[in-house]
């Protein structure tokens, strides 16, 4: 808990996976707290997200390591309480280059180099290891009540200039994703990558993920989680079409089966599209231009989820700073 004549009114820009994080992390140390944003958190990219703790293309620097590390650790502990939705799973990553980035591993207490005689048609490696995986629904849903428990407001609307903040915050978090560069009015650096994804009903019982980012076809991944499956995927950078492509379904949900045939199944419950805020490393920092102080936490890509807890702690040492 925070010194009290230190305690400060915070709006966080933002309701997906950064924002409502960061909103727990401030007001869990006392800070009042509000969240503004256009979306509910169940309409933002995080609730499209698959979500497996995985640092996808994400920056690899000691900075991004303590993100990483310090999610990692509060997931562990999240998926001791059940109504969170996050579980412990294991699975694998395999790798189709001689260069495959294994920085992940360094991070998995179990993460091992898979027997080549357990390699799938094509792939040189794989690593597997047991990560978080969370179901997103029940997840950011717990999230928020949790929020709102530790007296966490929340607002629907639009904001179009930080500044119209300045009345009524000390601080702004800037956690609106692929908005932040607009925002803050100095960072053209953004761009979309546009993910579509599959939900399946699992009954197949599947438990085990697998991801294959290189497969000749595609990116593929499969992560099954409590009731359902999250088949992917697409990584296109630019791409702003939200709409369903039926053609990319159909392929993703081919590669998919082939490589678990099990997935032929599963009655596919759900189409969905977003659109990951990237950019070349994440901005986590302290900007002084505007009328009132704000700290940036955007541009995460298809890291959010995987640096989301780190990512408000991080905020939390420049609040305080």
């Given at each position: ?11 966080v ?89 294994r ?49 966490v ?16 915050a ?96 599963c ?48 905020v ?6």
């Amino acid at each position: 808990m925070s010194d009290l004549s230190s305690l400060l009114r915070v709006t966080v820009i933002g309701a997906g996976v950064i924002g409502l994080s960061t909103a727990y992390e401030l007001a869990s140390h006392g800070h009042k707290v509000t969240v503004v944003s256009d979306q509910e958190p169940l309409q933002t990219v995080s609730a499209v997200s698959a979500a497996i703790w995985f640092p996808y293309h994400s920056e690899n620097s000691p900075a991004a390591d303590l993100l990483l590390a310090h999610t990692l650790e509060r997931f562990e502990a999240l998926s001791l309480i059940p109504e969170t939705g996050v579980d412990l799973r294991f699975g694998m990553d395999i790798e189709r280059r001689t260069d495959a980035d294994r920085s992940w591993t360094r991070h998995v207490a179990d993460a091992t180099v898979v027997d080549p005689q357990l390699l799938p048609e094509g792939a040189l490696s794989a690593t597997s290891g047991t990560v978080p995986v969370i179901t997103m629904p029940t997840y950011l849903g717990w999230l928020q009540n949790q929020c709102r428990q530790l007296g966490v407001k929340f607002e629907q609307r639009t904001i179009t200039s930080i500044d119209e903040l300045a009345a009524e915050a000390d601080t702004v978090v800037l956690a609106a994703g692929i908005r932040g560069g607009e925002l803050l009015g100095d960072d053209e650096t953004v761009y979309p990558i546009r993910g579509q994804v599959i939900r399946l009903a699992n009954t197949a019982g599947l438990h085990e993920w697998l991801s294959d980012d290189d497969h000749p076809l595609g990116v593929s991944y499969i992560i099954p989680r409590r009731e359902d499956i999250i088949v992917g995927g697409t990584d296109v950078d630019y791409d702003t079409n939200l709409k369903v492509d039926e053609q990319i379904a159909t392929d993703m949900l081919s590669r998919a089966i082939s490589m678990v045939p099990e997935l032929a199944q599963c009655e596919v419950l759900e189409h969905k599209v977003g659109l990951r805020p990237a950019r070349e490393t994440v901005r986590l920092e302290r900007i002084s231009a505007h009328e009132v102080p704000v700290i940036a936490a955007y541009g995460h890509g298809g890291g959010g989820v995987t640096m989301s807890w780190g990512t408000a702690r991080r905020v939390l040492e420049l609040l305080e700073a």
